[in-house]
């Protein structure tokens, strides 16, 4: 089992920046790709970012390219979201999710272990 914990969330201006970090604790000698979920208020959850265990690959949903970046430190079992250039629509709760596996995955279905959340409000 892995326990996945986010923190980072907050209110901001749009233009603003913040970062998101997920803590794994449990079993985490085992290698996990790492993906970064939102649901904004009346819409479905979706991908925001994915990396794989080794950190040599990275996914972004077009909405986010170039604005925010995904890192890991498997030293530490955190994964981070950094995230620049914050626009209203990007408010959301954001969550973290994990499989074990070295790869990138895109679908919700696909990760077994899933954060509480955190809520991400931009203001315009």
């Known amino acids: 089992q892995v326990q996945l914990v986010e923190s980072g969330g907050g209110l901001v201006q749009a233009g603003g920046s913040l970062r998101l970090s997920c803590a794994a604790s449990?079993?985490?000698?085992?290698?996990?790709?790492m993906g970064w979920f939102r649901r904004a208020p009346g819409k479905e959850r979706s991908l925001v970012a994915a990396?794989?265990?080794?950190?040599?690959?990275?996914y972004y949903a077009d909405s986010v390219k170039g604005r925010f970046t995904i890192s890991r430190d498997n030293a530490n079992n955190t994964v981070y979201l950094q995230m620049n250039s914050l626009k209203p629509e990007d408010t959301a709760v954001y969550y973290c999710?994990?499989?074990?596996?070295?790869?990138?995955?895109?679908?919700?279905?696909?990760?077994?272990?899933w954060g509480q959340g955190t809520q991400v409000t931009v203001s315009s």
């Open positions: 999710a994990s499989r074990a596996a070295n790869d990138i995955y895109y679908y919700a279905w696909q990760y077994y272990y």
């Open positions: 449990g079993r985490t000698s085992v290698g996990y790709a």
């Open positions: 990396i794989n265990w080794s950190g040599s690959s990275t």
